[in-house]
């Protein structure tokens, strides 16, 4: 193949700008620099915790993938394999530090076994919202932490979407006090079963498939999932008619991880559209969540009541997350750390959403 021809060829897929440079003897170099680093085609292997095209976070993830091929000319191919089919869901962790995968897709919160500061990093009980979170990790060091201590596991995380506001579950029966919570068996994971324990609850994870079945049956009393959009297409409100508004999970944070050797062997311009690709996607889904959630409550049954717990309840809850977050510092030195850094962002922060976002809601509401 001709020198020329070759350019060329490589560039297909790229813009005219980039195209029609390759053609132009003087812009030989510029052109040169533009094949090696796209012209080699990378395809990755991602593994997910959902099922395959699950919405919102999964449909999320297939347009990530189709942005990386689109913005990189076809260059890099992200192949997603949806849970069970490459992985088991919760495997994905192990799986990509263990270089079986390059990169997976997941909540953050599971792998609180593996460090407990890790919970922090999907998002905190009565803490930071979305916005407010991803703040923390670009801004306040949030971000630098998260892969530092991921990369003890040769991991290298980038945020990938987060959930917006969660409710706080549907329950089968009226909570009015305190009283009403002992004993109650609850689907509820992470920080929030662990307040929830310390209120009376007991708290029961279940895999998501059989959630609806127990709450249907009353083998469980309570279960929280997400927000409107999700949990009505889980059939909750048809197992039970009492839904709480959210405390648990304000802002939980999902995650695109890399096996950060593979990652590390990326060329930068793959690298920065992979930056790019999940920027987007977090920012889409954020506001995909609301709309959709916002539609969603307006279809929920007429049976269905929405609750907020009473504020006995949400009092002892932050007395119980204190407790909580005290203890696990002591135990572990990186939750201590990345706690500190959560709090004093959450203390800059404090002052200005008074007077800025939440002064204007309470006005414009
Ligand atoms: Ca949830």
């Given at each position: 193949m001709k020198r020329r021809d070759f350019l060329a060829t490589s560039a297909l897929g790229l813009g005219a700008l980039s195209l029609n440079g390759c053609y132009r003897e003087e812009n030989q170099i510029e052109c040169k620099s533009i094949n090696i680093s796209r012209g080699k085609k990378v395809t990755l292997k991602l593994a997910t915790s959902w099922?395959?095209?699950?919405?919102?976070?999964?449909?999320?993830?297939?347009?990530?993938?189709?942005?990386?091929?689109?913005?990189?000319?076809?260059?890099?191919?992200?192949?997603?394999?949806?849970?069970?089919?490459?992985?088991?869901?919760?495997?994905?962790?192990?799986?990509?530090?263990?270089?079986?995968?390059?990169?997976?897709?997941?909540?953050?919160?599971?792998?609180?076994?593996?460090?407990?500061?890790?919970?922090?990093?999907?998002?905190?009980?009565?803490?930071?919202?979305?916005?407010?979170?991803?703040t923390w990790m670009k801004f306040g060091g949030g971000l630098e932490l998260w892969r530092e201590l991921y990369g003890k596991f040769n991991l290298y995380p980038l945020i990938g979407g987060s959930t917006g506001p969660q409710m706080g579950g549907w329950f089968k029966k009226e909570i009015n006090s305190l009283a009403d919570l002992k004993g109650l068996k609850m689907r509820i994971p992470g920080l929030g079963g662990e307040v929830m324990q310390k209120l009376g609850v007991n708290p029961i994870l279940l895999p998501a498939g059989e959630i609806f079945t127990s709450l249907e049956r009353g083998t469980i009393d309570a279960t929280e999932w997400v927000g409107p959009a999700l949990d009505q297409m889980m059939g909750f409100d048809k197992a039970a008619n009492y839904y709480y508004t959210g405390w648990h999970e304000p802002g939980s944070i999902l995650e695109i991880t890399f096996n950060k050797n593979r990652w590390e062997k990326l060329s930068s311009e793959h690298q920065?559209?992979?930056?790019?690709?999940?920027?987007?996607?977090?920012?889409?889904?954020?506001?995909?969540?609301?709309?959709?959630?916002?539609?969603?409550?307006?279809?929920?049954?007429?049976?269905?009541?929405?609750?907020?717990?009473?504020?006995?309840?949400?009092?002892?809850?932050?007395?119980?997350?204190k407790e909580v977050l005290e203890n696990e510092s002591n135990k572990n030195e990186d939750f201590k750390r990345v706690l500190q850094s959560y709090t004093k962002f959450t203390k800059l922060n404090m002052p200005w959403d008074e007077i800025s976002t939440k002064n204007f809601l309470n006005i414009r509401s």
């Open positions: 099922p395959a095209h699950f919405p919102i976070m999964g449909t999320g993830l297939d347009n990530f993938a189709a942005r990386c091929k689109e913005l990189s000319g076809g260059t890099l191919e992200i192949k997603v394999y949806p849970k069970n089919i490459l992985v088991p869901a919760l495997q994905v962790f192990d799986t990509c530090s263990a270089a079986q995968i390059d990169a997976f897709h997941s909540g953050v919160y599971y792998w609180k076994g593996k460090n407990s500061a890790f919970s922090i990093f999907g998002g905190m009980p009565l803490g930071l919202t979305s916005e407010e979170m991803i920065a559209i992979i930056t790019a690709a999940t920027e987007e996607m977090t920012g889409t889904m954020i506001q995909e969540f609301r709309y959709k959630n916002a539609k969603a409550l307006q279809e929920l049954p007429k049976e269905v009541q929405i609750k907020t717990f009473p504020k006995e309840i949400m009092d002892a809850a932050k007395i119980a997350l």
